[in-house]
């Protein structure tokens, strides 16, 4: 079992980025696959990003080209850096470790205003 908590929301005008953080009180190499995952208000909760040990970072198909998954087992950290954000990515961004999640953060809020 690890601690997640998530960092890094706010509220961004359209066309603007973001950079959340995950940093994990456990060592996250013990899970090949690290995601986030985001809810949006009156909506199911929705994959956006993995990245795993040996198949790389892979993508929903709503942010990819702007999202970027990334992972440091050294520092036990994983970040998605949130470029060209657009209102309809307002949502609680969650960190997960494993596949299918174990583990979750309780999440940072993304705001979009247009």
């Known amino acids: 079992q690890v601690h997640l908590v998530e960092s890094g929301g706010g509220l961004v005008q359209a066309g603007g980025s973001l950079r959340l953080s995950c940093a994990a009180s456990g060592k996250i190499f013990r899970f090949r696959s690290m995601g986030w995952y985001r809810q949006a208000p009156g909506k199911d909760l929705e994959f956006v990003a993995r990245i795993n040990s040996v198949r790389g970072a892979e993508y929903s198909d709503s942010v990819k080209g702007r999202f970027t998954i990334s992972r440091d087992n050294a520092k036990n950290t994983v970040d998605l850096q949130i470029n060209s954000l657009k209102p309809e990515d307002t949502a609680f961004y969650f960190c997960?470790?494993?596949?299918?999640?174990?583990?979750w953060g309780q999440g940072t809020q993304v705001t979009v205003s247009s």
């Open positions: 997960a470790a494993g596949n299918p999640p174990s583990d």
